[in-house]
């Protein structure tokens, strides 16, 4: 098969740029010929080769791809793709490919040493040099310097960050399992890496995300909790009012669908519907007030009745056999194709690790973490905190590639972002404060929906909530 790369390069030997579309159109075809056939076609002015450019593919084709109809295709995380759990082999291969493919990214702005040959040749204590590896520990020493085990697949080696120096802000910032590389000088006994700069694999500053080329927008929303007796069932009515006349053709839902049975000590208090099946049927009945038309993305989060390890498995057939035919269930994380608009959902549970470790973060800002997220290019970067990870032999949560909209849930607040193109989206919950989040100071921003421009990418948030 053609290679991504392969394609990209040809067109951009024309100075084109591919729509991701064209791309996996392209790559399925596997047809070099097509490519300066569609080269010769374009009109001279154009920047970026979109399906509308394939007329002739355009009627080649039966999916549904190129129609004029709403198309979801699903790139990775459809039901069935999580693995089952692992074995000790599973744990350092997983390791092993999170380091390859983030330090892959790093390896095209920098030039780096093996850990190995930087410690044990002599001449790397004179000159500049820079590592890449991945933070196996991270602490604050009694003068407030910043050391980090550093360790690739070669070696370990500790790094200083001084507090006094610039690079100390993204330093403070370093949480445990992620990626990064330094840039710096080691002691003259070889022991210490004196850190001038931090890399992270992050999003290029040159990227530019890929519109839709035809008319359609997506609502996203998360966090439901169907079954709780703090779940808004009056602004989830005014809601679901308005959906018909949003003109929307996707919704996508991220996360803790129903509020699920067993979560947290005492829940059996707050629902009113107390059996599992039960909530998931009373989903449905929500969902079926949904106009057909509508397709409606489900991934679960950790309310849900799949098992809580990331990713997470779609909600299975036993629970959404009488749902509705536009209903698709999904996994946690999935990346989804929305008429050429790539979505990344991910409910978030790693929000909570991270604004326990990165200064400055709250729960009132799930923008700032996207953002973090995105830097480090992974969903959940540290290992064995309070996200589950199911360490399977590919690290589905490094988030490659870069998509057109990063969406999430699980701290029940709103926050929309915009970092070097990608649109982040957390729209909050239908749940109001639980007893558990006023004694947390969490405080919800419910009965809120994002409603986006697929042509333009601009996010819109519409709030339902009742005055009371
Ligand atoms: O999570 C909703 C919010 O409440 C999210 O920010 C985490 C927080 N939460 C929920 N349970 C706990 C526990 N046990 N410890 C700390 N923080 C918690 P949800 O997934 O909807 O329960
Ligand atoms: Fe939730
Ligand atoms: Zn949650």
Same mark, same amino acid.
């Given at each position: 098969m053609l290679s991504e790369q392969e394609i990209v390069e040809r067109f951009l030997a024309?100075?084109?740029?591919?729509?991701?579309?064209?791309?996996?159109y392209l790559r399925e075809k596997n047809d070099p010929s097509l490519i300066d056939r569609i080269i010769a076609g374009v009109p001279p002015d154009t920047l970026v080769v979109s399906a509308h450019h394939l007329p002739d593919l355009h009627r080649e084709r039966d999916g549904a791809r190129f129609a004029a109809d709403p198309s979801v295709e699903v790139i990775s995380g459809a039901k069935g793709t999580a693995g089952s759990t692992n074995r000790f082999e599973d744990f350092f291969q997983y390791f092993r490919d999170r380091y390859t493919r983030l330090s892959e990214v790093i390896r095209t702005r920098t030039t780096a040493i093996p850990i190995e040959a930087l410690v044990k040749t002599t001449r790397y204590r004179q000159q500049e040099a820079s590592a890449i590896g991945m933070v196996m520990d991270v602490r604050t020493t009694?003068?407030?310097?910043?050391?980090?085990? $550093?360790?690739?697949?070669?070696?370990?080696?500790?790094?200083? /960050?001084?507090? +006094? =120096? &610039?690079?100390? @802000?993204?330093?403070?910032?370093?949480?445990?399992?992620?990626?990064?590389?330094?840039?710096?000088?080691?002691?003259?006994?070889?022991?210490?890496?004196?850190?001038?700069?931090? $890399?992270?694999?992050?999003?290029?500053?040159?990227?530019?995300? /890929?519109?839709? +080329? =035809? &008319?359609?927008? @997506?609502?996203?929303?998360?966090?439901?909790?169907?079954?709780?007796?703090?779940?808004?069932?009056?602004?989830?009515?005014?809601?679901?009012?308005?959906?018909?006349?949003?003109?929307?053709?996707?919704?996508?839902?991220?996360?803790?669908?129903?509020?699920?049975?067993?979560?947290?000590?005492?829940?059996?208090?707050?629902?009113?519907?107390?059996?599992?099946?039960?909530?998931?049927?009373?989903?449905?009945?929500?969902?079926?007030?949904?106009?057909?038309?509508?397709?409606?993305?489900?991934?679960?989060?950790?309310?849900?009745?799949?098992?809580?390890?990331?990713?997470?498995?779609?909600?299975?057939?036993?629970?959404?056999?009488?749902y509705p035919k536009n209903v698709l269930p999904v996994e946690n994380p999935c990346l989804l194709s929305l008429q050429g608009v790539r979505v990344l959902m991910y409910h978030g549970r790693s929000i909570d690790d991270m604004i326990g470790m990165i200064p400055g973060?709250?729960?009132?800002?799930?923008?700032?973490?996207?953002?973090?997220?995105?830097?480090?290019?992974?969903?959940?970067p540290t290992y064995g905190k309070k996200t589950p990870i199911s360490a399977e032999r590919q690290d589905r949560l490094v988030i490659s590639p870069v998509p057109e909209i990063l969406h999430t849930g699980h701290?029940?607040?709103?926050?929309?972002?915009?970092?070097?193109?990608?649109?982040?989206?957390?729209?909050?919950?239908?749940?109001?404060?639980?007893?558990?989040?006023?004694?947390?100071?969490?405080?919800?921003?419910?009965?809120?929906?994002?409603?986006?421009d697929l042509r333009t990418l601009e996010p819109r948030i519409m709030e339902f909530l009742q005055a009371s």
């Open positions: 024309t100075r084109l740029q591919v729509h991701p579309e064209v791309l996996s009694g003068r407030g310097n910043r050391i980090v085990e $550093l360790e690739d697949p070669t070696g370990q080696i500790t790094v200083l /960050f001084n507090r +006094d =120096r &610039p690079v100390f @802000a993204d330093a403070e910032r370093l949480v445990p399992d992620e990626v990064i590389a330094v840039r710096g000088k080691l002691s003259d006994d070889g022991r210490l890496f004196f850190a001038e700069q931090l $890399l992270r694999p992050d999003v290029p500053v040159s990227h530019a995300p /890929f519109p839709s +080329d =035809r &008319p359609g927008s @997506a609502v996203f929303i998360s966090d439901i909790h169907v079954g709780s007796n703090t779940f808004l069932e009056e602004e989830w009515k005014r809601f679901a009012e308005w959906l018909p006349e949003s003109g929307a053709s996707y919704l996508l839902v991220c996360g803790d669908l129903v509020d699920g049975i067993g979560i947290y000590p005492g829940q059996q208090e707050e629902l009113t519907i107390r059996d599992i099946y039960g909530q998931y049927e009373r989903l449905g009945q929500l969902l079926a007030e949904v106009p057909p038309e509508i397709r409606i993305i489900l991934s679960p989060g950790n309310h849900d009745v799949v098992r809580a390890a990331e990713p997470q498995p779609a909600l299975p057939d036993e629970f959404t056999k009488a973060a709250s729960y009132a800002h799930p923008e700032q973490m996207m953002v973090e997220m995105l830097q480090r290019r992974h969903l959940a701290i029940h607040t709103c926050g929309l972002t915009r970092y070097r193109g990608v649109l982040g989206i957390n729209a909050g919950t239908w749940q109001s404060q639980t007893a558990f989040q006023r004694q947390m100071n969490i405080n919800p921003t419910p009965a809120r929906a994002v409603l986006v």
